[in-house]
Protein backbone atom coordinates (compact mmCIF):
# COMPACT_ATOMS: atom_id res chain seq x y z
CA UNK A 1 0.00 0.00 0.00
CA UNK A 2 1.30 3.47 -0.77
CA UNK A 3 1.51 5.96 2.49
CA UNK A 4 0.97 9.61 1.95
CA UNK A 5 2.59 12.20 4.75
CA UNK A 6 1.36 15.82 4.66
CA UNK A 7 3.80 18.52 6.87
CA UNK A 8 2.79 19.86 8.45
CA UNK A 9 -0.24 18.59 10.33
CA UNK A 10 -0.78 22.75 11.47
CA UNK A 11 0.03 25.86 9.85
CA UNK A 12 -0.78 29.11 11.50
CA UNK A 13 -0.26 31.82 9.06
CA UNK A 14 -2.11 35.48 7.89
CA UNK A 15 -3.93 37.15 5.39
CA UNK A 16 -1.20 37.58 2.69
CA UNK A 17 1.31 35.03 3.63
CA UNK A 18 2.76 32.75 0.65
CA UNK A 19 1.77 29.19 2.13
CA UNK A 20 3.73 25.89 1.11
CA UNK A 21 2.35 22.19 2.18
CA UNK A 22 4.12 19.17 1.41
CA UNK A 23 2.99 16.09 0.73
CA UNK A 24 5.58 12.83 0.35
CA UNK A 25 4.66 9.23 -1.21
CA UNK A 26 6.18 5.73 -0.14
CA UNK A 27 6.91 4.95 -3.45
CA UNK A 28 6.70 6.97 -6.75
CA UNK A 29 3.55 7.88 -7.94
CA UNK A 30 4.57 10.07 -10.82
CA UNK A 31 2.15 12.88 -11.15
CA UNK A 32 -0.88 10.72 -10.21
CA UNK A 33 -1.48 13.38 -7.24
CA UNK A 34 -4.42 15.60 -6.54
CA UNK A 35 -5.28 18.27 -3.80
CA UNK A 36 -8.59 18.57 -1.97
CA UNK A 37 -9.61 21.58 0.17
CA UNK A 38 -12.09 21.06 2.99
CA UNK A 39 -13.72 23.36 5.25
CA UNK A 40 -15.83 22.57 8.68
CA UNK A 41 -18.80 20.63 7.87
CA UNK A 42 -18.32 20.41 4.53
CA UNK A 43 -17.47 18.09 1.57
CA UNK A 44 -13.94 18.03 0.41
CA UNK A 45 -13.14 20.69 -3.09
CA UNK A 46 -10.98 19.26 -5.46
CA UNK A 47 -7.86 22.20 -6.58
CA UNK A 48 -5.20 20.26 -8.64
CA UNK A 49 -5.11 17.22 -10.47
CA UNK A 50 -1.92 15.72 -11.87
CA UNK A 51 0.17 17.08 -9.51
CA UNK A 52 -0.01 20.76 -11.13
CA UNK A 53 -3.17 21.39 -13.00
CA UNK A 54 -5.31 23.74 -11.26
CA UNK A 55 -9.16 22.56 -11.66
CA UNK A 56 -11.40 24.83 -13.43
CA UNK A 57 -12.68 27.56 -11.46
CA UNK A 58 -9.85 27.66 -8.84
CA UNK A 59 -8.51 30.46 -8.28
CA UNK A 60 -4.90 30.92 -9.76
CA UNK A 61 -3.26 31.59 -6.41
CA UNK A 62 -3.32 27.99 -5.83
CA UNK A 63 -0.65 26.21 -7.24
CA UNK A 64 1.22 22.56 -7.25
CA UNK A 65 3.74 21.13 -8.01
CA UNK A 66 6.36 18.07 -8.22
CA UNK A 67 6.29 14.16 -9.13
CA UNK A 68 8.11 10.95 -7.71
CA UNK A 69 7.62 10.65 -4.48
CA UNK A 70 7.66 14.60 -3.19
CA UNK A 71 4.89 17.60 -3.91
CA UNK A 72 4.03 20.85 -2.63
CA UNK A 73 0.67 22.52 -2.99
CA UNK A 74 1.41 26.73 -2.64
CA UNK A 75 -0.75 28.81 -1.91
CA UNK A 76 1.10 32.31 -3.45
CA UNK A 77 -1.26 35.28 -1.07
CA UNK A 78 -3.54 33.41 1.65
CA UNK A 79 -7.23 34.80 1.20
CA UNK A 80 -9.72 34.80 4.55
CA UNK A 81 -11.50 31.89 2.20
CA UNK A 82 -8.23 29.75 2.30
CA UNK A 83 -8.15 28.83 5.89
CA UNK A 84 -9.06 25.29 5.95
CA UNK A 85 -7.58 21.70 6.04
CA UNK A 86 -6.05 20.72 2.93
CA UNK A 87 -5.35 16.74 1.55
CA UNK A 88 -3.02 15.34 -0.84
CA UNK A 89 -4.71 12.06 -2.64
CA UNK A 90 -2.68 9.67 -4.83
CA UNK A 91 -4.35 7.92 -7.49
CA UNK A 92 -1.21 5.57 -8.59
CA UNK A 93 -2.52 2.65 -7.59
CA UNK A 94 -5.95 2.69 -5.63
CA UNK A 95 -6.59 5.74 -3.25
CA UNK A 96 -4.79 7.19 -0.65
CA UNK A 97 -5.04 10.43 1.12
CA UNK A 98 -2.67 12.08 3.11
CA UNK A 99 -3.71 12.70 7.03
CA UNK A 100 -4.26 16.68 6.05
CA UNK A 101 -2.70 20.01 6.91
CA UNK A 102 -5.10 22.74 8.77
CA UNK A 103 -4.20 26.15 8.00
CA UNK A 104 -5.45 28.02 10.92
CA UNK A 105 -5.36 31.81 11.26
CA UNK A 106 -1.77 33.96 13.16
CA UNK B 1 -24.62 21.71 -12.90
CA UNK B 2 -23.10 17.98 -11.57
CA UNK B 3 -24.79 17.26 -8.50
CA UNK B 4 -24.30 14.25 -6.25
CA UNK B 5 -26.98 13.76 -3.34
CA UNK B 6 -26.35 10.98 -0.45
CA UNK B 7 -29.30 9.34 1.17
CA UNK B 8 -29.71 6.47 3.35
CA UNK B 9 -27.15 6.92 6.86
CA UNK B 10 -28.49 6.76 10.60
CA UNK B 11 -27.83 4.71 13.42
CA UNK B 12 -27.37 1.23 13.42
CA UNK B 13 -26.17 -1.20 16.31
CA UNK B 14 -23.22 -2.87 15.92
CA UNK B 15 -23.48 -6.59 13.33
CA UNK B 16 -26.20 -4.31 11.67
CA UNK B 17 -26.83 -3.37 7.99
CA UNK B 18 -27.34 -0.15 5.97
CA UNK B 19 -27.49 0.45 2.44
CA UNK B 20 -26.58 3.90 1.02
CA UNK B 21 -27.55 5.58 -1.98
CA UNK B 22 -25.98 8.33 -4.33
CA UNK B 23 -28.10 9.77 -6.86
CA UNK B 24 -26.31 11.60 -9.70
CA UNK B 25 -27.62 14.41 -12.01
CA UNK B 26 -25.86 16.85 -14.35
CA UNK B 27 -23.94 14.80 -15.84
CA UNK B 28 -23.66 11.65 -18.28
CA UNK B 29 -23.77 8.85 -14.87
CA UNK B 30 -23.40 5.83 -17.26
CA UNK B 31 -19.88 6.56 -18.33
CA UNK B 32 -17.97 7.56 -15.06
CA UNK B 33 -16.55 5.45 -12.35
CA UNK B 34 -18.08 6.24 -8.59
CA UNK B 35 -16.55 6.50 -5.73
CA UNK B 36 -17.18 5.94 -2.07
CA UNK B 37 -14.91 8.01 0.74
CA UNK B 38 -15.48 8.47 4.17
CA UNK B 39 -14.51 10.64 7.16
CA UNK B 40 -14.52 9.40 11.11
CA UNK B 41 -15.63 12.35 13.39
CA UNK B 42 -12.44 14.84 13.69
CA UNK B 43 -10.45 12.21 11.25
CA UNK B 44 -8.81 12.18 8.21
CA UNK B 45 -10.44 11.03 4.50
CA UNK B 46 -10.26 7.07 4.06
CA UNK B 47 -10.82 5.74 0.56
CA UNK B 48 -13.82 2.93 0.68
CA UNK B 49 -15.04 1.72 -2.49
CA UNK B 50 -14.85 2.37 -6.47
CA UNK B 51 -17.42 0.96 -9.27
CA UNK B 52 -16.08 1.27 -12.80
CA UNK B 53 -18.91 3.23 -15.37
CA UNK B 54 -20.48 -0.10 -16.43
CA UNK B 55 -19.97 -2.11 -13.24
CA UNK B 56 -17.75 -4.81 -14.64
CA UNK B 57 -15.21 -4.13 -12.05
CA UNK B 58 -14.92 -3.27 -8.34
CA UNK B 59 -12.74 -2.24 -5.80
CA UNK B 60 -12.29 -1.66 -1.97
CA UNK B 61 -10.28 -0.73 0.86
CA UNK B 62 -9.06 -3.48 3.18
CA UNK B 63 -10.88 -2.26 6.05
CA UNK B 64 -14.55 -3.13 4.71
CA UNK B 65 -13.27 -5.65 2.07
CA UNK B 66 -16.30 -8.47 2.38
CA UNK B 67 -18.51 -6.70 4.96
CA UNK B 68 -19.47 -3.60 2.06
CA UNK B 69 -20.27 -3.80 -1.61
CA UNK B 70 -20.58 -1.17 -4.20
CA UNK B 71 -23.52 -1.52 -6.83
CA UNK B 72 -24.86 0.80 -9.27
CA UNK B 73 -28.22 1.32 -11.46
CA UNK B 74 -27.33 3.28 -14.34
CA UNK B 75 -31.21 3.27 -15.88
CA UNK B 76 -31.54 5.28 -12.23
CA UNK B 77 -28.42 6.94 -12.14
CA UNK B 78 -28.09 6.26 -9.12
CA UNK B 79 -25.05 4.86 -6.68
CA UNK B 80 -24.97 2.57 -4.15
CA UNK B 81 -23.08 1.27 -1.04
CA UNK B 82 -24.27 -2.01 0.80
CA UNK B 83 -23.05 -2.25 4.50
CA UNK B 84 -23.49 -5.24 6.59
CA UNK B 85 -21.13 -5.92 10.13
CA UNK B 86 -21.15 -2.94 10.41
CA UNK B 87 -18.57 -1.82 13.16
CA UNK B 88 -18.29 1.20 16.12
CA UNK B 89 -15.27 2.25 13.87
CA UNK B 90 -17.74 2.48 10.52
CA UNK B 91 -19.24 5.16 12.04
CA UNK B 92 -18.50 7.98 9.76
CA UNK B 93 -20.00 11.11 7.51
CA UNK B 94 -19.94 8.72 3.54
CA UNK B 95 -19.48 10.64 1.02
CA UNK B 96 -19.99 9.29 -2.94
CA UNK B 97 -17.97 11.46 -5.89
CA UNK B 98 -17.69 10.84 -9.53
CA UNK B 99 -14.23 9.79 -10.86
CA UNK B 100 -12.83 11.92 -13.60
CA UNK B 101 -10.42 9.50 -15.84
CA UNK B 102 -7.56 11.75 -17.18
CA UNK B 103 -5.05 10.15 -19.04
CA UNK B 104 -4.80 7.25 -17.12
CA UNK B 105 -5.01 8.49 -13.64
CA UNK B 106 -8.28 8.24 -11.49
CA UNK B 107 -9.03 11.25 -9.53
CA UNK B 108 -12.33 12.25 -7.95
CA UNK B 109 -13.60 15.57 -9.58
CA UNK B 110 -16.94 16.25 -7.52
CA UNK B 111 -18.25 15.28 -4.41
CA UNK B 112 -21.72 15.03 -2.56
CA UNK B 113 -22.43 16.76 0.39
CA UNK B 114 -22.39 12.98 2.57
CA UNK B 115 -24.63 11.23 4.45
CA UNK B 116 -23.79 9.91 8.78
CA UNK B 117 -23.55 6.35 10.01
CA UNK B 118 -23.49 6.34 13.35
CA UNK B 119 -22.97 2.51 14.58
CA UNK B 120 -23.96 2.35 18.42
CA UNK B 121 -25.23 0.03 20.91
Known amino acids: DIQMTQSPSTLSASVGDRVTITCRASQSISSWLAWYQQKPGKAPKLLIY???SLESGVPSRFSGSGSGTEFTLTISSLQPDDFATYYC????????FGQGTKVEIK | QVQLVESGGGVVQPGGSLRLSCAASGFTFSSYGMHWVRQAPGKGLEWVAF????????YYADSVKGRFTISRDNSKNTLYLQMNSLRAEDTAVYYCAKDNPVAGGHYMDVWGKGTTVTVSS
Open chain 2, 51 to 58: IRYDGSNK
Open chain 1, 50 to 52: KAS
Open chain 1, 89 to 96: QQYNSFWT
